[in-house]
């Protein structure tokens, strides 16, 4: 990701001194913002008056929580170009790369929508379906658009399996998280 801001060519390599002091900047960053929640969460406990929401530890942690979430889903998807170009993971060209960071990302939007089917609050026989149905459609529509942006499709197909695994992990699972306690 510091790549595409720092004018730096695919392939040029930052110096030893630049990376250590990006990693220290981020930890810096890192450590500023998980401490800023954490201390506004202690001064809310002892005086909430004012501090609102800031006072309910689940709030702060669920903020944490999403924060290292995206964190993580934006760093793979601006790094795995660079990954699949390495040696080690198949040496592609940048053209041969497109495909699989839109498969990446489609990847995440099969679980977006597969999660938006209880919003709807369908009958649960229907729900059952769906649950099944619908990661299989968006898994269509990225085979489409990769298609109409006229990649090979057909070495993609085995991420189906995947999707399939997703699903049988789903109606696996033997409690509702929610109801545990």
């Known amino acids: ?10 392939g040029a390599k930052l110096d030893a001194k630049a990376d250590h002091l990006i990693l220290i900047l981020s930890a810096i960053g890192l450590l500023a913002i998980v401490g800023g929640l954490l201390g506004a969460n202690k001064m809310a406990k002892s005086n909430p008056e004012g501090w609102g929401a800031m006072q309910y530890p689940q709030l702060v942690l669920g903020m944490l929580a999403i924060f290292t979430y995206v964190g993580v889903e934006v760093s793979i998807g601006s790094n795995l170009g660079e990954l699949l170009m390495t040696k080690a993971f198949g ?9 699989y960071i839109s498969l990446y990302w489609g990847g995440l939007m099969i679980g977006r929508w597969a999660g ?7 009958a649960e026989g229907l729900k059952k379906i769906l ?7 968006a898994f269509g529509v990225i085979l489409l658009a990769i298609y109409l942006a006229e990649f090979e499709v057909v ?3 085995g991420f189906s399996a995947c999707v399939a695994l997703q699903i049988i992990g789903f ?8 109801t545990d306690t």
């Open 116 to 122: 938006a089917i209880a919003v709807f609050n369908p």
């Open 1 to 10: 990701m510091f790549r595409q801001y720092s004018g730096l060519a695919p």
């Open 155 to 157: 070495h993609l197909l």
């Open 131 to 137: 649950y099944i149905v619908v990661p299989y459609v």
């Open 171 to 178: 109606f696996s699972r033997k409690r509702q998280p929610s």
């Open 91 to 99: 040496s592609l060209t940048e053209s041969e790369v497109a495909p």
